[in-house]
Each structure stands twice: as structure tokens, then as C-alpha cells.
């Protein structure tokens, strides 16, 4: 019984431009407090302050199905694209994050 295969045609990585440059904010926080001879530490974390999505993967698959003359034609420039996703955004920064802790220390 014969297999069905279908190859998957990528762009070279580069070749399409670049993603935005990625960066974040985060802030902790913390405030001790003296129990004796315990000190017990309040913790807050917010990763993302500003809550930006940056874009940090692309679909890079240009077709779908193979080119006519396939294989001699895979390094082809000028194929077709068949793939209606090709350059879409499949990827983006962690959205904004609290967490809180409680630290105990004696």
C-alpha cells in the first residue's frame, strides 16, 4: 500500500525580514516583616508590566504542495506560494503575569 506524501516547503530563515525586537518589563516587590527571631517576607511579581504580545514566531512554510518538475525544482526562487498562512504571526510574548509568595526565614 502506497504512502501519501506531501512535502512542506520552508523559507529560508532570514529571507522574509525580521520580527520586532523583543523586550520586556518586570517588577518585584517585597517587604519583611520581623516576627522574632522569624522574619517573614511578602513577595509580588509582575512579569510583562506592560503587557506586549511581541510577535517571536512566523510561519515560514511557503507551500503546501510540491512544485510542477518536483524534485528538480525544490531550490526553484520562483515557486508558487500555495500556503494562504505563509508570514502569519503562530507565535507571541507571554501576556502579563502576577504572582505573589511568602517567604519565611528564621
Do not use: C, H
Amino acid at each position: 500500500m502506497g504512502q501519501d506524501w506531501s512535502p512542506i516547503f520552508l523559507v529560508p530563515r532570514g529571507s522574509v525580514g525580521r520580527l520586532p525586537t523583543l523586550w520586556g518589563t518586570d517588577l518585584t516587590l517585597g517587604y519583611p516583616i520581623a516576627i522574632g527571631p522569624t522574619t517573614v517576607t511578602l513577595q509580588a511579581y509582575l512579569f510583562n508590566v506592560f503587557n506586549k504580545q511581541i510577535a517571536v514566531d512566523r510561519d515560514n512554510t511557503w507551500s503546501i504542495s510540491p512544485p510542477k518538475g518536483f524534485p528538480a525544482t525544490i531550490f526553484d526562487p520562483n515557486q508558487e506560494q500555495t500556503n494562504p498562512e505563509s508570514g502569519k504571526v503562530t507565535g507571541r510574548q507571554e501576556p502579563r503575569v502576577f504572582r505573589a509568595a511568602i517567604r519565611v526565614s528564621f
